[in-house]
Structure formats: C-alpha cells, structure tokens
C-alpha cells in the first residue's frame, strides 16, 4: 500500500514539474515574441525619422528592400517547412546598422532566446515526451503569427529557429567580408564497439551491412575511427573592426544565419561585399595536406572513416 502511495505522489511530483516547465517555456517564447515586436518597432521608426523609405542603411542578400516587415517575417520565421529536415534551418543574410537603442533591443531579444533554450534543455532532459506537444502548441498562443500559416504545411514550430541568437558585430566596423562556406563538417571520434552497436542497430540481415560488420571485425578493437557529417553550407563574415579592441583584435570571424547587428553612431553600414545569392556546388579550396582521414568512407552506412 506504502509503494503504491510513493508511486502515487511521484507521478503527481513529475507531473507538476512538466506543469511547470511548460509554463515557464510557454511564458519565455511570448517574451521573445514580445521583444521581437518592440526590436521590429523600433527599426520602423527608425527607417521613418531618417526618411530612408525601405531602411536603406540594411542590406539583405535575397531581398532588395530590407524594410521592418523583412525583418520581422525574418525574425520571426519558427516554422517547419514541409519536407524541412529537422538539423537544417533557414538563413536570413542581411546587415543593420543600429543605433545604441536597437542594440539593446537586440540584447534583450538574445537575453529571451537563451532562458527559452536553458528551459527547452531542461524539458529534453526531464520531459523529453512533452516536445512534440510544445511543437504543436506553441504556434497557436500568437494567432497572428499563426494565421497565415493555412495550407502551407508550417504548423509545427522549429525549435532551434526559435533559440538561434541574432548575430552582433562588438564594436563599429570599417567593413564585411561576406562569403559562403560550404566545405565544413562535424568529427566524432568512435570506438570500434560504438561503430559495431550503430551498425548493429541497422538492418543486420542486409548483405552491405553483413559485410561493413566484416570489415570492422578486421581490425583491431583499440583503433581509433571517426564519424562524419557533413553540414550544410554557411554564410561566414569577416569583421573588421574601426578601430582595435581593448583586447588588441582588429578582426574577427562569425557565421551569420540571421541579420548582423553593425553598432553604428550614424546610420550608416560599413563598406561590404556582395556574396552570390548561393554557395557554389563544387569545392574550390584544396584539400588540406594534414587532412587525417582516409578518402574512402570504411563505414558507409554511418558515415564512419579511419585515421590515415
């Protein structure tokens, strides 16, 4: 009787926790709205007092009139695209220059953005099975976001477009460098029992599994191997800085998948270029001479190389 009491008060005790959890996720996603509304207001402004018609003191990459309503349907874009794999989010390139007041807008967006992904942390941690119900739930506390979502498969919510940070220069800059970055990739190291078990988990009774299974048991169980993934292409930005930072730096690197904020005094973006509209499809940089892998996959079915 005693065990199912405390069996009892541990289901109610983990169901007041998720309660809580999601409340408190529910409240921090309306406070990145919020503060996106009041940064997209200010921006308005903005543009109105400098009679700059569509904000020319921003420049975005695949929209010739980053106006306030580019950037609010940039910043606001949570959704899931159907067919959209779920690793892979969509870029908003573009740069604006802001004055000290956008800059704290901004710092109070990002400030929103992070106690959502600290809660979202939690949740996959405690109540991992509450995810798709946040997915689905989410959207429909702002109607007007929601609204114009009808017939075009973006029902779901993309939680990492919700968390990513707006990307912000440290200090005023004398120019950008924008450019694609299209090679990169993600290493993991695998023992080889990890290889056996991710391939274990595949379909055993395939002959290409029967025969990467053969493969791995020809080689010692200490040898390291590593475990690919490739990702998907970036937009990087170098910046160089007006003047050096307290710290020396004149220059720094930063990948950009949503609008840089640029602290500028009046209004204007530094000199930059103009990157093409998408990443060419065939590598142009040599391979590396210290590149450790071997060039032919031993793994293919998990993306798992050897060391040369």
């Known amino acids: 009787m005693q065990d199912d009491h405390r069996k009892y008060q541990a289901r109610q005790q983990a169901q007041q926790s998720q309660y809580r959890l999601l409340a408190e996720l529910e409240a921090a996603f309306d406070t990145i709205i919020d503060r996106i509304e009041a940064l997209v207001d200010h921006y308005r402004e903005q543009c109105r007092e400098q009679g700059h018609q569509h904000g020319a003191e921003a420049w975005a990459l695949h929209h010739p009139t980053p106006d306030a309503d580019w ?5 606001l874009d949570f959704w899931y695209q159907d067919g959209q794999d779920g690793r892979t989010t969509r870029s908003y390139i573009g740069l604006i220059a802001a004055d000290e007041l956008m800059l704290k807008h901004v710092a109070k967006v990002n400030a929103a953005k992070e106690d959502f992904a600290h809660i979202l942390g939690e949740i996959r941690e405690h109540a991992a099975d509450l995810i798709p119900e946040i997915k689905a739930v989410l959207p429909f506390r702002h109607p007007a976001l929601h609204a114009h979502l009808t017939g075009q498969g973006l029902a779901r919510l993309h939680l990492k477009q919700c968390w990513r940070a707006l ?22 190291k695998l023992s080889v029992r990890d290889a056996e078990k991710k391939l274990l988990a595949l379909d055993v009774d395939s002959p290409h599994i029967r025969i990467q299974l053969k ?24 910046l160089f800085f007006a003047d050096p930072l ?3 730096r004149e220059r720094r690197a930063m990948n950009v ?22 990443p060419q499809e065939k590598r142009t940089r040599a391979k590396r001479s210290d590149e450790r892998l071997e060039e032919t996959c031993f793994l293919p079915s998990i993306r798992v190389y050897r060391y040369r």
């Open 71 to 75: 950037l609010r349907s940039a910043l």
């Open 167 to 188: 990307p912000v220069a440290n200090a005023p800059l004398s120019r950008v460098r924008l450019a694609w970055y299209s090679s990169g990739r993600s290493i993991k």
């Open 215 to 238: 493969h791995l048991a020809s080689i010692p169980d200490s040898e390291p191997l590593a475990q690919v993934q490739k990702q998907a292409p970036l937009m990087r930005a170098n």
């Open 246 to 248: 307290a710290d020396g």
């Open 257 to 278: 998948a949503l609008p840089l904020f640029i602290p500028s005094a009046d209004g204007r973006l530094p000199y930059h270029n103009t990157p093409p509209p998408k």
